[in-house]
T-cell receptor, first 112, second 113 residues
Framework: GQQLNQSPQSMFIQEGEDVSMNCTSS?????WLWYKQDPGEGPVLLIA?????ELTSNGRLTAQFGITRKDSFLNISASIPSDVGIYFC????????????FGTGTRLQVTL | DGGITQSPKYLFRKEGQNVTLSCEQN?????MYWYRQDPGQGLRLIYY???????QKGDIAEGYSVSREKKESFPLTVTSAQKNPTAFYLC????????????FGDGTRLSIL
């Protein structure tokens, strides 16, 4: 099955820095989702995007649904140690039994 | 609290043994899903179910089986035919045929003895 191209694969940043990651697809979606996974736990939903061009914030997180419907990005501002984890993007196309197509993940590590 | 409960958290399998992973949800969701996650990789779909007594294969169904006898429950059996079962298994559920996100359980880590 298809997996979305997510970059970067991993990043080390210092506390207080801003972070940006993105996700691209060869096919369109009508919903983009961003999840965070802590070690040994299930993914937790961070942001859901439902409309092309939509820009949505959740605290220090901001995500955008690309205008072509084939990409999305996630920004984290002023990173803190608890931002450590793996971030996954996922695309959904209505009418496909609500199946998600996942990105390969971005592993974020924050140093003090 | 509404949510998805997976059990056990850790499971060990002997050679030639079948093991069953439990997934229960009280979110009243019609659709349920099983994923496999290998270290450093994304999630791959094993099986999914849209309604009671019906389920479909995902991308990596070989060596696995499921049942959906009740709306709340979607157990996954890892059979002896699955030669590389060591992985983290995640269960999810969602409202069917909508653009609403899937919600995940906390996973079961399966290892070989």
């Amino acid at each position: 099955g298809q997996q979305l191209n997510q970059s970067p694969q991993s990043m080390f940043i210092q506390e207080g820095e801003d972070v940006s990651m993105n996700c691209t697809s060869s096919s369109i979606f009508n919903t983009w989702l961003w999840y965070k996974q802590d070690p040994g736990e299930g993914p937790v939903l961070l942001i859901a995007l439902y409309k092309a061009g939509e820009l949505t914030s959740n605290g220090r997180l901001t995500a955008q649904f690309g205008i072509t419907r084939k990409d999305s990005f996630l920004n984290i501002s002023a990173s803190i140690p608890s931002d450590v984890g793996i971030y996954f993007c996922a695309g959904l196309l209505t009418g496909t039994a609500s199946k998600l197509t996942f990105g390969t993940g971005t592993r974020l590590q924050v140093t003090l | 609290d509404g949510g998805i409960t997976q059990s056990p958290k850790y499971l060990f399998r002997k050679e030639g043994q079948n093991v069953t992973l439990s997934c229960e949800q009280n979110l009243n969701h019609d659709a349920m899903y099983w994923y496999r996650q290998d270290p450093g990789q994304g999630l791959r779909l094993i099986y999914y179910s849209q309604i009671v007594n019906d389920f479909q294969k995902g991308d990596i169904a070989e060596g696995y089986s499921v049942s959906r006898e009740k709306k709340e429950s979607f157990p996954l059996t890892v059979t002896s035919a699955q030669k590389n079962p060591t992985a983290f298994y995640l269960c999810a559920s969602s409202i069917l045929n909508s653009n609403q996100p899937q919600h995940f359980g906390d996973g079961t880590r399966l290892s070989i003895l």
